[in-house]
């Protein structure tokens, strides 16, 4: 997703991923659902820590977020 330029920027540490807005703009939403849980899975597995925040890479806005217990919530 980074390759395509997707996803601009990413801390795993804390769970931001900053996205293109006008490719994510593009999507379903049962597609911006399945990209939140692989972005979730992505830093489970490198931290085990599922919780994840997507932004819009440029202005900052939120667009969507994953934790265990709200599930994925697309904004």
Request: charged share 30%; glycine share 10%.
């Amino acid at each position: 997703m980074i390759a395509l330029g997707f996803i601009k920027r990413v801390d795993v540490q804390t769970g931001k991923f900053y996205v293109n807005r006008e490719l994510w703009d593009g999507f379903e939403l049962d597609q911006k659902e399945g990209l939140v849980k692989t972005m979730s899975g992505y830093r489970e597995a490198e931290h085990d820590l599922p919780q994840v925040k997507i932004y819009d890479s440029r202005s900052g806005t939120e667009l969507a977020s994953f934790s265990v217990f709200s599930g994925v919530t697309i904004r």
